[in-house]
């Protein structure tokens, strides 16, 4: 078991290391640019004085490792400092939406996730039957659609010729759950149909994988029954590459939510970012970077750290 | 000539494919002749219905539609071409580079892409947009950069593989430069795996530069490109208007085509039978 910890403990530590590393990158790409990043927002033909008095604003005038250190040392506080568009702190406008954009993306999981996996293993146990092409051909199809394509087809048939569910998403914390619920289920609809076709089709992929290892001829060879083979020695195996696709998935559920958001108008921090970015906004763009950032590290760690634990040759070393 | 062998064997699926691509090729090559008026011209009402003369209506300020995306289909179809070459072109060089130097070159440059590849594209993206501004050629820097990362991946573990063969330690013994090695030995033989790569990497930025613009970010009006003309009438489907739904079915279109391709290309290359 020692061995299990530690891979898991340096698994963990890589994953801090590497925030670390990212949330470096965020704070020092303004400085890879000519000039600085209040003449960039300024324009050329601001006056000295204002670029001056802007640049000491953003702190701009200290030397970069001490800027650095103080928004980290800030970020640590929970301050992440102010929006230049309305002066208000970060904070504030993220926190919310944060929220929001969780209850979008962890409903859409709830509804994927089963259905995604019972599919691809259904799929991958009647390999080539009539299913497993229709199914196939869908996902291969609705992979190569842009998240905007599939949201719009539904807000048209959905919305527009039959008028049962509204195409804008906008909620407050005045609405009840299901007031909420009722209001997300075209961003929701739109977010599972992208994220089960790619899910099932690593499902697929996952399970077809482990059913052609040596393992399980063997065990078929040996005259035991189908769904025991199945039960006994194909799913401990299974687990753990489909973990990984789940964590995957939910991963990617992350970035297509910034679309989906802008396209149903949904109070968000996909919607905030693709503003701010719109509006040139640094601080706040920075902030949403690191959350979405964090979120998607702490899921592919958590993800490693499950299948270390589910991964029967890590857990029994000879 | 073997494409043509390779053709004749391959399944109805991947030809629907290859029809699909040469059919939005031409239409990009072709589209200062077939349209019949210009990018930017205002030729009618807005959101006027399909006609004989506007095959597919006109859009929010009365342009038409067909000839918009035509000239999409250009912008954004070569754009994306240019931005996968960039990015084949740094991925390939940095990971045969890493593959063939080792040591420390390998090390540093293994870590960096690590540390890219750990968070969404898209989001990397939003971040250094939103400080260095959107033109087009930043933006395909930008990009290019960002995805060779995935190339660079590919390229090095291939080039890893090639790199310890008795005809590249042979070469090496004759005294070969490094140039030489990686263009005579390693490029030729590390090609198949690139090329179906490269299939898979032109959808991927051309989704991702579709929902750039999409989100208002990527290539500007009135430049037409297709993510920016479903982000234009977008306000259109709330009236039953479909406008907003052929650019954004065009972009399907073109990525499924692809798709097709290369999910047989990668069935044949993995040389299964069922």
Known sequence: MDNVYGLILKRIGLGILTLFAISIIFFMGVEALPGDLAEEILGQNALPETVAAFRKELKLDLPPHERYIAWLGDLMKGDMGKSLANGRPVADLVGWRFANTLFLAISAAVIAVPIAILLGIIAALYRNSLFDRIISMATLSTISFPEFFVAYILIALLSVQLIIFP???????????????????????????????????QTRAAIINILASPFIEMARLKGIQRTRVIVMHAFPNALSPVINVIALNLAYLVVGVVIVEVVFVYPGLGQLMVDSVSKRDIPVVQACGLIFASVYIGLNLTADVLSIISNPRLRNPR | MSFFKLLR????????????????????????????????????????????????????????????????????????????????????????????????????????????????????????????GNSIPKLIVVIALLDSTRVYRLSRAVAMDIEVMEYVEAARLRGEGIWWLMRHEILPNALPPLVAEFGLRFCFVFLFIAALSFLGLGIQPPTADWGGMVRENSGAITFGIFTPLWPAAAIAFLTVGVNFIVDWFLHVASGLKD
Request: glycine share 6%; proline share 4%; charged share 10%.
């Open chain 2, 9 to 132: 064997k391959s399944p109805a699926i991947a030809r629907i494919g290859l029809a699909m691509i040469l059919l939005n090729i031409a239409a990009a090559a072709l589209a200062p002749v077939i349209a019949p008026y210009s990018e930017t011209e205002q030729v009618g009402d807005v959101w006027m219905p399909m006609s004989s003369e506007h095959l597919l209506g006109t859009d929010h300020i009365g342009r038409d539609m067909f000839t918009r995306m035509l000239y999409g289909a250009r912008n954004t179809i070569l754009i994306a071409f240019v931005i996968t070459m960039l990015s084949f072109a740094i991925g390939i060089s940095c990971g045969f580079f890493a593959a063939t130097l080792g040591g420390w070159v390998d090390l540093i440059l293994s870590r960096l892409v690590d540390i890219l590849m750990a968070i969404p594209v898209l989001i990397f993206a939003l971040v250094v947009l939103a400080v260095v």
């Open chain 1, 167 to 201: 195409s804008i998403s906008n909620i407050n914390a005045q609405m009840s759950f299901w007031e909420k619920i009722y209001a997300i289920v075209l961003p929701c609809l739109t977010l599972t149909l992208v994220v089960v076709a790619h899910m099932m089709r």
